[in-house]
């Protein structure tokens, strides 16, 4: 069982920067792989970032390509989203999760945490 705790969320201005953390429980952070997904209103679930259990592999969604970056330290079993030239439109709840393997899908990660909201001013 692994429980997900998202932080960091918050209203920031267009252009602006977060820095989005999510702490895992459990002794076994190294083998999961770790996504971020996002859901704006009366929108579905939509894949963000993925990184694998190592952090030698990840993959960005075209949308955040080359604005958000994900990264992990396994020590502080600790997932983070770093999202710089934020958009109105990244205004969402963003949610992190972990899973088996490095996936896009939402249905094959297993674990999800409550969600943290962020909100993007024009």
């Known amino acids: 069982q692994v429980q997900l705790v998202e932080s960091g969320g918050g209203l920031v201005q267009a252009g602006g920067s977060l820095r989005l953390s999510c702490a895992a429980s459990?002794?076994?952070?190294?083998?999961?792989?770790m996504g971020w997904f996002r859901q704006a209103p009366g929108k579905e679930r939509e894949f963000v970032a993925f990184?694998?259990?190592?952090?030698?592999?990840?993959q960005y969604a075209v949308s955040v390509l080359g604005r958000f970056t994900i990264s992990r330290d396994n020590a502080k079993n600790t997932v983070y989203l770093q999202m710089n030239s934020l958009k109105p439109e990244d205004t969402a709840v963003y949610y992190c999760?972990?899973?088996?393997?490095?996936?896009?899908?939402?249905?094959?990660?297993?674990?999800w945490g409550q969600g943290t909201q962020v909100t993007v001013s024009s």
């Open positions: 990184i694998s259990g190592s952090g030698s592999s990840n």
């Open positions: 459990g002794r076994t952070f190294s083998s999961y792989a």
């Open positions: 999760a972990a899973g088996r393997s490095t996936t896009v899908w939402v249905s094959l990660y297993d674990y």
